[in-house]
């Protein structure tokens, strides 16, 4: 800890101490009032104190990058982390975790060219840190070896993530929003398969000055388990929507029923008038050259095209712009999946015999029939999932709460869309306890683990009742007892017993379910099975079985 933390370290726990003892020491001559006033300051120290040693919003910079991994996605519906280079990581899109999968060559590239001067060309993401993990070192992903800015400063605030970029060779300076809809108490609208990435560009010289976004990504829909190389029929279309253009990505060889079957979309925002263009695929090179032919037809104009006669499965979208002395643009990117297949055995979550690679789906599967439509609903509808989006970040931020209490409640929000959680196609809400590297570990909306979090029951109240339903349906049997997991499909056999906790948990989950929403009809709906429930810790030998109140 440096001399200055500490420093402040000892001053918070002075402080602290007389908060908490600034009115024993008033005397009587003092007053009521004075030493309310008092309290009140050194109360108000505490707080400054506080915010000196956790911020809210925090930022990290340098060594610091290396292990940030913003989750970008819906509510049960995957995720794409954002790094705090910049940098795509851990595509947790295809129904499983899958934390270190970073697809090739998915990464942004930007140009300028200011009057007078030679055109810059470099990968839009700050230079990639020590050490350089893995059996290939840098490898070849993502061309390590193309140029990257100098730095860069990470500021997290779920659901909204900033990237300040930093290159003294730049005459212009680039600033990165990205986020997904998370709007409290509309599940649906928060419960997009996307992620949103706008990159902010101010010109800072002194007379107009051109500048592209190139966004580029390998066709994330990979071919069916055990299929020959000539089996990968992945290709890219050009498609264009209101406001937006950009390339829908599918594989042609999967049939509608395997577990990869799916598409991805990558567009551009384009309703005032900047330049677009496009790669459907990028130069088949031999070996691993194609990135360099790639860079070389962007980095000469700052635009892509024309289209190669030989391509591979890596596609780009660019926008281009002129930017007058002293203005700023906006280049918005959005990247959106569909992989509507989600299985049991494929997340991790236990089935019942026969039934572990039954379709259980996904509700975003259910809303939209491919990863384009996402797009286009986005394009259409992306200042008002914006503003409310904002609206709930900044209510957070203007509360009087210390800063470490608002970054450990928003860091741990991020839970609801991480592979943790997912909603099945007929839109119930299911959860596991976390998440290995490649699997979700502890299947079955634990009641007993899942009993001891209130963010979903206040913020989400359509998605507490869903884990309700799930409780108190089959999971419950005629006796009353709750088994503790769930398995899915539902219906056809139970895990496990009941847990004292979790089953009494659940019914305080109803309760608060129903102070919450004052949802009468719920309540009504539920009394019978909150009975039957309780009554069954009451049987011989049973958790209460002198019914005193005092479990056993």
Request: charge should be negative.
């Amino acid at each position: 800890m440096s001399e200055e933390n500490a420093t402040h370290r000892r001053e918070f726990l002075k402080s602290v101490a007389l908060a908490g003892t600034a009115t024993v020491g008033a005397s009587a001559a003092e007053g009521q009032g004075e030493a309310s006033l008092r309290h009140a300051t050194a109360a108000t120290e505490v707080q400054q104190l506080q915010s000196a040693l956790v911020p809210y919003p925090r930022t990290f910079e340098g060594p610091a990058l290396a292990m940030i991994s913003f989750p970008l996605g819906g509510i049960g519906a995957g995720s794409i982390g954002l790094g705090g280079r910049g940098q795509l990581r851990d595509w947790e899109i295809f129904n499983k975790a899958d934390k270190g999968n970073s697809l090739s060559y998915a990464f942004p590239s930007i140009w300028v060219e200011a009057q007078g001067s030679e055109p810059i060309a470099h990968v839009l993401e700050a230079r990639i840190g020590t050490p350089y993990e893995g059996q290939d070192g840098l490898g070849s992903r993502n061309a390590p070896g193309l140029s990257r800015l100098q730095g860069a400063t990470f500021t997290g605030e779920f659901p909204l993530a900033r990237i300040d970029f930093h290159d003294a060779r730049l005459p212009v300076k680039i600033a990165l929003e990205a986020w997904s809809p998370f709007i409290p108490l509309d599940a649906d609208e928060s419960g997009f398969p996307a992620a949103i990435l706008r990159y902010r560009v101010r010109n800072l010289a002194k007379s107009e000055t051109a500048v592209s976004i190139a966004f580029s990504v390998d066709n994330p829909v990979q071919p069916s388990e055990g299929a020959s190389p000539g089996e990968d029929k992945r290709a890219n279309e050009r498609r264009a929507g209101q406001r937006l253009e950009g390339l829908f990505m599918q594989n042609t060889a999967l049939a509608n029923d395997d577990v990869k079957f799916g598409t991805f979309a990558l567009a551009v925002l384009n309703a005032d008038g900047g330049e677009y263009s496009s790669l459907e695929g990028w130069p088949a090179g031999r070996w691993w050259n194609s990135p360099l032919l790639f860079w070389d037809d962007f980095s000469s104009d700052g635009k892509l095209g024309p289209q190669p006669a030989h391509t591979n499965a890596v596609g780009s979208v660019c926008l281009s712009r002129n930017i007058a002395a002293g203005a700023e643009a906006e280049y918005t990117f959005l990247l959106a999946w569909h992989f509507p297949n989600r299985t049991p055995r494929r997340c991790g979550w236990d089935a019942p015999k026969g039934y572990e690679d039954k379709i259980i789906g996904n509700w975003y599967a259910a809303r939209f029939p491919d990863a384009w439509s996402v797009v286009e609903y986005l394009g259409s509808n992306i200042s008002n999932l914006e503003r409310r989006t904002r609206q709930f970040a900044t209510a957070v931020r203007e509360t009087t709460l210390p800063s470490a209490v608002k970054e450990a409640a928003m860091a741990n929000l991020s839970t609801l869309v991480s592979t943790t959680c997912f909603r099945i196609s007929d839109g119930e809400f299911h959860g596991f306890e976390g998440v290995d590297d490649k699997l979700g570990c502890c299947f079955g909306n634990c009641t007993h683990v899942w009993n001891y979090e209130t963010a979903t029951a206040h913020l989400f109240p359509s998605l507490s009742r869903s884990l309700r339903r799930s409780a108190f349906g089959y999971s419950m049997d005629e006796r009353g007892a709750m088994y503790f997991r769930q398995l899915l499909p539902d219906g056809i056999a139970r895990f496990g017993y009941a847990a004292a906790d979790g089953q009494m948990g659940q019914i305080m989950k109803v309760y608060i379910d129903w102070q919450l929403t004052g949802d009468n009809a719920f309540l009504r709906e539920f009394w019978p099975k909150e009975k039957k429930a309780l009554e069954f810790a009451w049987i011989p030998g049973g958790w209460d079985a002198n019914r005193d109140g005092v479990l056993e």
